[in-house]
């Protein structure tokens, strides 16, 4: 699309990656539901093979369906490509696995979805590789804890699910200096009120299962490539620079330029790791992104008002939320998310634990589930669900206290969503 016009984003989240099917005519994306695609012949499938000719091959590397929903994501997110897998958690894998080896660590925020504190404080110390959390709104912390094997910085830009506004310009200088790849979760803020790229970020990473789909219906993730890193600046990313003896001694940097993170993704993550979105879940993605302008709009407007009645509300000691004037992170929010600060924050009851267990119950339109970013209202008990492995520092210091629940808030009639909160908090007692 270089050579046209700029879009807006409504637009692109129609058009982006799409035209019409080249074979039928279809004005839809078709769901291309086929494991393999017939090479012309045999010149043809070894180009493929030895990635002389980009094309289908098979379907654990690459689809149509997925092709589509992978060039939206990234035009969104103003990179250069993406590669979509088959969840958040196989996304943040995929992320790392380029850039990680035995003895290399990242250096993460210590505000995380609870399942990615968990797999990086456990999983993968499986593969070698560690994380050392750390406070992201001290910057010398973060210095501090970089090594000679820290191989990323990550952070989340609205953190889940305390509502913490990350300081992306900042990280992404001190990564920058460090000569390391800054990579930002940007699932709660999505690229309509965020493009972390704009900010200094390397890799965007996304759960496609949340605010992009919209719906609750299919899980998937994906990794954005800003195309701006330089792979062959120093001797830490052979995966990306060095010649990989599995192509021939091919290297991605010199070959793929600017797309080798996103070449390597398919040809070496998706090849070897198997991680693949299937063309199903794409489909269902690619429906929910048309309308995500119009979604978060309307998740940031109703999140507003509801966070403000909350605010004044006798049986509340504290809201989170960061479009709130009173936010200690309003000024950031204003700056880096001038659409709106998302629809995800906790409320501090004052009845504490057995408080927010009664208040969980007695919610009739928001749902109690491990999930958020769906066009219904949703509300967790983080203490005693997604956050119930960590240690109780570890909750407080994600925003996940006992004494708190998580909402998130969906688009439905932000009076319907008050009366039932009142209702709850009723029930709830102080
Ligand atoms: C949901 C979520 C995840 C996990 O995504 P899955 O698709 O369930 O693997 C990770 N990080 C954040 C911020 C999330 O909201």
């Excluded at 992404?172 to 493009?195: E, Q, S």
């Excluded at 990306?240 to 599995?246: I, K, Q, S, V």
């Excluded at 210091?397 to 004494?403: L, V, Y």
């Excluded at 909402?407 to 209702?423: P, T, V």
């Amino acid at each position: 699309m270089t050579d046209k016009p700029a879009y807006g984003f409504d637009t692109l989240q129609i058009h982006a990656g799409a035209r019409p099917d080249p074979a039928t005519g279809a004005r839809q994306t078709p769901i291309y539901q086929t494991t393999a695609y017939v090479f012309r012949d045999a010149d043809h499938a070894a180009a493929l093979f030895n990635l002389q000719e980009v094309g289908y091959i098979y379907s654990r590397l690459t689809n149509p369906t997925v092709a589509v929903l992978q060039e939206r994501i990234a035009t969104l997110e103003g990179g250069v490509g993406a590669v979509c897998c088959s969840s958040g958690h196989a996304a943040q894998i995929m992320a790392l696995f380029p850039l990680m080896g035995p003895g290399r660590n990242i250096v993460a925020s210590n505000r995380l979805y609870g399942g990615t504190i968990t797999q990086f404080s456990q999983t993968i110390r499986r593969f070698g590789w560690s994380a050392r959390f750390v406070d992201t709104d001290d910057l010398d912390a973060v210095r501090a804890a970089i090594d000679d094997d820290t191989r990323a910085v990550f952070c989340e830009t609205i953190a889940n699910p305390g509502g913490y506004v990350s300081d992306l310009d900042a990280l992404a200088r001190i990564a920058a200096d460090a000569g390391l790849p800054l990579i930002v979760d940007n699932t709660t803020a999505t690229p309509y009120l965020c493009r972390p790229i704009d900010h200094g970020a390397t890799l965007v990473v996304h759960y496609t299962t949340k605010y992009l789909t919209g719906n609750g219906t299919v899980t998937g993730g994906a990794i954005v490539d800003a195309g701006t890193f330089d792979w062959s600046a120093s001797d830490k990313f052979p995966s990306l620079a060095a010649p990989e003896p599995a192509y021939h001694g091919l290297k991605f940097h010199e070959t793929f330029g600017n797309l080798a993170f996103t070449f390597h993704g398919i040809a070496v993550g998706l090849r070897d790791l198997g991680m693949t979105m299937n063309p199903q879940a794409a489909h269902y993605t690619l429906m929910g992104i048309e309308t995500l302008s119009l979604r978060m709009e309307r998740h940031v407007q109703n999140a507003v008002k509801i966070a403000a009645w909350l605010e004044t509300h006798p049986a509340v000691a504290g809201v989170t939320y960061a479009g709130l004037p009173t936010s200690p992170y309003a000024d950031r929010a204003a700056r880096m998310l001038p659409r709106g600060a998302g629809a995800l924050f906790t409320v501090k009851l004052k009845g504490g634990y057995d408080a927010c267990v009664r208040f969980v119950g007695a919610l009739d339109l928001f749902s109690h589930v491990a999930n958020l970013g769906d066009a219904r209202s949703l509300v967790i008990h983080s203490a005693s669900t997604t956050h119930r492995q960590l240690t109780l520092d570890q909750q407080v210091a994600a925003g996940a206290a006992p004494d708190v629940v998580r909402l998130s808030i969906g688009i439905e009639n932000a009076d319907d969503l008050i009366r039932d909160l009142d209702h709850a908090l009723t029930v709830a007692g102080h």
